[in-house]
């Protein structure tokens, strides 16, 4: 038989083949048989050498020609059956995606902190830095200091905890509100100061609307020239902010603070028509935070000449502060760790406040 | 503080609504708490006349009235006891809502009669109980019902019924009116003002903020008829500098003025007598405490002189007070009669039948007297009057303001005003800078506009002339005797603000701080710890809490290791509950009580943090900042098969987290013994930086420890100490090194040890890493094996070393080296044997 009648004969039977087999292994013999080392087509090849290079030239490119589309012929069938072999076994493979995942615990932050952490981006993007102080205070930086001589009623107002007198008899206190922050930033640094303080704060009170333990942000500006007009600026610009409000109005008026003078209270224009507080519109005000400039007493008790440096400095509960704008009604819940209340109320971890991304 | 419209008004002309002078009160700083006008509170509430009174068929105690209203005859079914025929009374239609009860009307039956409005009891509209005295004055009318009611006289008056007006009052006409009920405003006086607890101070503050305008005749002092014949001496001239006194003989004392009594009513004081009640209208009127004494009770002259031990007295108040040491004791000769500027004392105090009253006003030292209202407790007008600054000057004019309304009420004839000691100086003259209004407030204010306002709030400024007027002039102000707030320039600014505006100030944005040079970040790094940590437990499931500082200190005795390590100086001497006494050593105990509370209400997987301060001192370095969290987790099923319970282990996966995140590497940390009783001591451990420095705990809590706080186990936890974290090296910039691939791929080895049981599985990783630093880049604990083929006392560790050649392929002889390595550097260090 010529040589290309084999070669004819060859691909039409494996060709058949091919199609017939019926899984990979199958497939892999007819390979071994006609195109493995010693499989037919291999054979013929090898005849080669004996010819002419006429016959070559007819016979090389026919076999190679066969060989070529025999082996796409494998492989083609082999991706068919692979396939085939796939969906049979996924035939097998199937869930009820409706059971539940595994059960993870999901977190959540705290309101007064993510509070607290909405103003320090507000007041960081003002320039002010984060300043601290401890919580166990002396009677000097939380009470005189602040221009609060001994025994003036003003101390009274603040409901003191005390804590048993050390071996001198001085009796230290637990701090009534932020201000001490004021005095020792005033006393480790030199102006010109730009700082808030947050922090807990103590006071001996304990109903629906006091907790004996609540915080407060305190805010310290002092710089040479630094007047009312900047406070209230200042302070207008942050809270309008704090609160998302576009429409946010205040209104400052003249108030007592012993360590300030001129002395204020910032309120905020908010209706109180609904079961809510909405800030930014109404007619009613609502008190918001203490402020004024700082007493030339304060100045003078830490080492500052009233006469070369002013500045102002302003206060507020925080608490009260998130209470308002995320409508929570009751303060007393914050200190509970109640684990549905911070579910509720609480932030997702990653919702950092900035001031590109927005606040809350 | 209260005050009524009209009381103002006798020192206040103005043509300006109630809206408006409550406006300039609170932007004066004068804080409004409070307006009530009672003719809004009562609008719904119109005379009536009862035409008919029939007895209710289902109730002995009810009638059925037929009354003339505003809205035509109604059928009223009304329970007072003296409703009857012809009575002119108050009505409320259906719809209105009754202030007394707090109820809006409806029309419903009552015992099957439905009733067409309400016929009211002074209570029920919150006013006076019998305003015209008319009720008790017809009492015979209607005696007759309560006693067929079965009421004896006393209870029938004590009953009441409802009001009972005037009968020449039009029915339809406003009850409000009827009652000519003054509008009262309660305000805020805060402590630098003691000049607002007096009418007279609102009423010039207002004037000044210009709403109206301010008049005060002084009092004409009344001549005294004869010398005073008490005597008065002061041996304690530093707590009372002043005393001045009259002696009023043969007043007739009986109930105060109708408009006196109205007046006091109207701000919550009851009247008793026109002696006492005079008192109390000038304390109210001046801010001028006085008191009065009974002149036939006192037992020869007034001293005022310090108290001693031995001192008692029996107060107005009913208590009696002794040991009367640092106090400020009026006496005469049968000892102490009262404590000066606080309270008298109940044995030389005016009653109905006093004919000769002496008459006290002085003045006492703020800061005594508040020291002494601290230590009694005692909470009086006068009290809250001295501590914050009584106008010195005040003393004599007190005196004449009285003399003339008790003459008016009572009769009588006055003595002489004695004065003893010397009236105090008052506020010292202030040095006020003209350019400190522009300097602190921003505003440019004429020198006009200045002394105008000045000079309306009693201030006496010495302007310079006009020549002398510079930038840099000084006015010497004489501060009026009713300020001892003012002392020095700043202050008369915040008058001239305050009486300005505060809407006058600028609008002036800060201005961009100097120190920012690029640099914007202002919190520490440890806010930035706190800030993280706070982030990745709240990522890793756990929710944030805020607890006490404060806990019970039997509870910390069990965090210190015993009562005798709990300090005083953290010890509260005033707590607010008994069980919150003692500044927190740890979070712990307050955080697995919160678990177990939330357990209780049945949540079954609480994982809790805190970040915040604990005190292992009183000192400010003292103060720590933690992070701890506790997990109370029930074994979660799940249909796959139960979760493995979160355990020590889970923990330390947190804590890793928390620290990765804070770029502290674990490795550089040794696992070290637990301290603190509260941690289980074989299921805790430390996480040390050196032999000293405890950076976190990690583990079960114990379970005495959980017992004594009541909570259920277990309980796992952890505690970091971000302010004990190493800071990392500042680099010089922000670059970070050249990221090499490793192009080879890493070889990885498993070797099983077997170690004696006490050998840390911790000391096998770490000896196996440091076989080749370079090459061996992991080593893992993948299996521990104790039980059959290893021998009492033993364990197999069996750990996954991992290869990464370096530069080009190593070959099986360099790969075994390595191996070879590992199980040497490992055997030295713990007597480790390869398993075999």
Known sequence: MAIDTQVAEIEVETSKAIAAASDEAGLEAIRVAELGKKGRLSLLMRELGGMTPEQRQVAGPALNGVKDRLTTAISARKAELELVAINKRLQSEREDLTLPPRPEPVGALHPVMQVFEELAAIFADMGFAVAEGPDIEDDFHNFTALNFPPGHPARETHDTFFLKPDVSGAKKVLRTHTSPVQIRTMVNQKPPIRVIAPGRVFRKDWDATHTPMFHQIEGLVVDKQVHMGHLKSCLTEAFSRFFEVATAQTRFRPHFFPFTEPSAEMDMRCDRSGAEIKVGEGNDWLEILGCGMVHPNVLRSCGIDPEEYQGFAFGLGVDRLAMLKYGMPDLRPYFEADVDWIKHYGFKPWLLPTVTGGLS | ?836
């Open chain 2, 1 to 836: 503080m209260k005050f009524t419209l009209p009381w103002l008004k006798d020192y206040f002309d103005t043509s300006s609504d109630l809206p408006a002078i409550l406006e300039a009160m609170t932007m004066a700083g004068l804080e409004v708490e409070d307006a009530h006008d009672p003719k809004d509170a009562l609008k719904q509430f119109t005379v009536a006349k009862i035409v008919s009174a029939k007895q209710h068929p289902n109730a002995d105690k009810l009638q059925v009235c037929q009354v003339e209203t505003i809205d035509g005859m109604k059928e009223i079914v009304c329970g007072g006891l003296n409703a009857r025929p012809g009575l002119v009374t108050a009505y409320a239609p259906i719809g209105a809502f009754i202030p007394g009860s707090g109820i809006t009307l409806v029309a419903k039956p009552v015992r099957g009669v439905v009733s067409n409005g309400m016929l009211c009891s002074g209570s029920e509209m919150q006013t006076d109980e019998d305003p015209f005295r008319l009720r008790i004055a017809h009492f015979e009318e209607w005696q007759p019902r309560a006693q067929a009611l079965g009421l004896s006289d006393e209870q029938a008056i004590a009953d009441g019924g409802i009001i009972e007006l005037p009968a020449t009052l039009k029915v339809g006409s406003p009850v409000a009116e009827a009652l000519a009920l003054d509008t009262v405003i309660d305000f805020e006086v805060t402590p630098n003002r003691p000049d607002w607890l007096g009418v007279v101070g609102i009423a010039r503050d207002l004037a000044a903020k210009g709403v109206g305008k301010f008049k005060l005749e002084t009092v004409k002092p009344g001549p005294g008829k004869f010398p005073c014949p008490v005597k008065v001496r002061i041996d304690a001239p530093d707590a009372c500098p002043v005393f001045a006194g009259r002696l009023i003989r043969g007043v007739k004392n009986g109930p105060s003025p109708e408009w006196m009594q109205k007046r006091l009513k109207a701000i919550g004081i009851n009247p008793k007598s026109m002696l006492v009640d005079v008192t109390n209208y000038v304390s109210f009127d001046r801010a001028r405490p006085l008191h009065v004494y009974d002149k036939k009770k006192l037992t020869g002259g007034i001293q005022v002189r310090m108290g001693t031990a031995a001192d008692s007295f029996e107060a107005l108040d009913g208590k009696t007070y002794s040991n009367l040491t640092d106090m400020c004791v009026i006496a005469d000769d049968s000892g102490a009669i009262g404590l000066g500027g606080v309270m008298g004392g109940t044995t030389t105090g005016c009653s109905i039948e006093t004919t000769d009253v002496f008459i006290e006003s002085a003045w006492f030292d703020p800061t005594r007297t508040a020291k002494t209202g601290r230590s009694t407790g005692i909470r009086s007008d006068a009290r809250f009057r001295f501590e914050r600054g009584v106008d010195p000057h005040s003393c004599v004019e007190g005196i004449e303001l009285a003399t003339r309304l008790i003459l008016e009420a009572c009769g009588g004839e006055a003595s002489e005003v004695i004065v003893a000691g010397k009236i105090p100086e008052g506020p010292k003259p202030v040095a006020f800078k003209p350019m400190d209004m522009k300097r602190l407030t921003g505003v440019d204010m004429t020198a006009k506009r200045m002394e105008q306002i000045l000079r309306a709030l009693g201030f006496e400024p010495v302007v310079p002339t006009k020549a002398q007027q510079t930038a840099n002039g000084v006015w010497a102000v004489k501060v009026p005797s009713w300020r001892p707030d003012v002392e020095g320039s700043a202050d008369i600014v915040e008058e001239l603000i305050r009486i300005e505006g505060f809407d006058k100030l600028p609008d002036e944005p800060l201005p961009v701080a100097a120190n920012t040079t690029g640099n914007r970040i202002v919190v520490t790094p440890l806010q930035n710890r706190v800030r993280t940590a706070r982030r990745v437990l709240a990522g890793r499931g756990y929710l944030e809490t805020v607890t006490w500082s404060f806990m019970f200190h039997e509870k910390a005795a069990l965090l210190l290791g015993g009562a005798n390590n709990l300090q005083s100086s953290l010890t509260i001497d005033n707590p607010i509950a008994s069980d919150l006494d003692y500044m927190r050593p740890s979070m712990l105990a307050n955080l697995a009580e919160a678990a177990q509370r939330n357990a209780d209400h049945g949540a079954d997987d609480v994982r809790l943090f805190e970040a915040g301060p604990v005190y292992p001192g009183d000192k400010p370095e003292d103060q720590r900042m933690m992070v701890a969290a506790v997990v109370k987790a029930s074994k979660a099923r799940m249909w796959q098969g139960a979760q493995p319970a979160y355990d020590v282990f889970a923990a330390k996966a947190d804590l890793f987290a928390v620290l990765a995140a804070l770029d502290q590497g674990p490795d550089r940390f040794q696992v070290g013994a637990v301290e603190g009783p509260h941690w289980h001591p074989g299921r805790s451990g430390t996480l040390r930086l050196g032999p000293k420095t405890v950076v976190a705990t990690f583990g079960e809590l114990h379970p005495a420890f959980l017992k004594a706080i009541r909570a259920e186990g277990p309980v796992i936890a952890l505690e970091i100490a971000l302010d004990a974290l190493p800071t990392p090296k500042a680099k010089a910039g922000k670059t970070k090194p050249v990221f090499e691939k490793a192009d080879q791929t890493p070889v990885k080895r498993d070797f099983a040890f077997v170690v004696d049981e006490k050998v840390p599985a911790g000391d096998i990783t770490r000896m196996a890493l440091k076989a080749d630093p370079k090459l061996v880049t992991s080593a893992r604990v993948f299996d521990v094996y104790r039980g059959a083929g290893i021998g009492e006392g033993k364990k197999s560790i069996a750990i996954e070393v991992t290869i990464q050649p370096r530069g080009s392929a190593m070959t099986d002889e360099q790969i075994e080296a390595v191996a070879q390595a590992v199980v040497k550097s490992v055997s030295k260090a713990t007597g480790a044997v390869l398993r075999g």
